[in-house]
């Protein structure tokens, strides 16, 4: 009977193997800079040696960065899922913006169904100061920028995926940041004008939405995320119609 030779593991895979998994949960985020080497070997409890041999592998494969004199980051770009260029498009073509509401009808209930599931005490903590600065922008009125607002609304969302500890949905969510941060922005201006209780409709849905995180209610918080994706769909289709009746009666009285 043969045998294969058991090979002794090195210590700097053992350091790679931590800084991966603290990177796939989300613990370490793009662009972040790890601690001092000194420091991060003292955390690990290895020498300087190991800790740089580790470093060099996962920047070798792309996951960190290593700058003369500047420290180790995290790669800026890792989980960007759409180049800027790209962004633009899809914020400017309707379609694109039809089919990213699509999109997020699924990935958001389940974010927030496995949330409700997972939430640990300090997820807890990071969703309600999430909520607590989206509603700061609701009761702020008009006076609160729309830049600042659609921030808000996608951190809110991003804390319900970190709460998930689902890595595939986190980093599908982080990936997919700025274009849901500029697909509230366009969107609520166009909603506020057309319909009135739309800022006390949304407030309200992100509301149920936090609680029944937070109570646990699975099911309860799919759904409610379902209608909140729906609501939207709703009165951006109304706002679209409006729009075209407008352009209309323009050509009419045109001729």
């Known amino acids: 009977m043969a045998f294969d030779q058991v090979r002794q593991r090195r210590l700097s895979d053992d350091i790679v193997a931590q800084l991966e998994a603290m990177i796939l949960e989300g613990t370490l985020k793009a662009g972040e800079r790890l601690p001092a080497e000194r420091a991060l070997a003292e955390q690990f409890g290895v020498s300087r040696p190991s800790l740089r041999e580790a470093i060099q592998k996962l920047a070798a494969r792309g996951l960190l960065i290593s700058r003369q004199g500047g420290g180790n980051y995290v790669a800026e770009g890792l989980g960007a899922t759409f180049s800027d260029p790209l962004l633009q498009l899809l914020e400017t073509n309707p379609e694109a913006q039809r ?10 209930g389940s974010c927030a169904y496995y949330a409700a599931l997972r939430a640990t005490p300090m997820d807890h903590q990071r969703l309600r100061e999430a909520f607590e600065a989206l509603q700061a922008c609701y009761d702020g009125s008009d006076e609160v920028d729309r830049a600042e607002e659609g921030a808000a609304d996608a951190r809110f969302h991003l804390a319900i995926a970190e709460a998930s500890h689902n890595a595939v949905l986190l980093h599908t969510i982080r990936g997919l940041f700025d274009l849901l941060k500029r697909n509230v922005v366009t969107n609520i201006g166009g909603m506020y004008a057309q319909r009135s209780e739309t800022r006390d409709m949304l407030l309200s849905q992100h509301k149920a939405l936090f609680e029944a995180i937070l ?15 729906h609501y939207v769909q709703e009165v951006l289709a109304e706002v679209r119609q409006e729009a075209l009746r407008v352009a209309r009666s323009q050509r009419r009285q045109g001729m």
């Open 215 to 229: 109570e646990g209610r699975a099911e309860e918080a799919r759904e409610i995320s379902h209608r909140h994706i």
């Open 99 to 108: 089919d990213l509401l699509e999109f997020r009808h699924t990935l958001e």
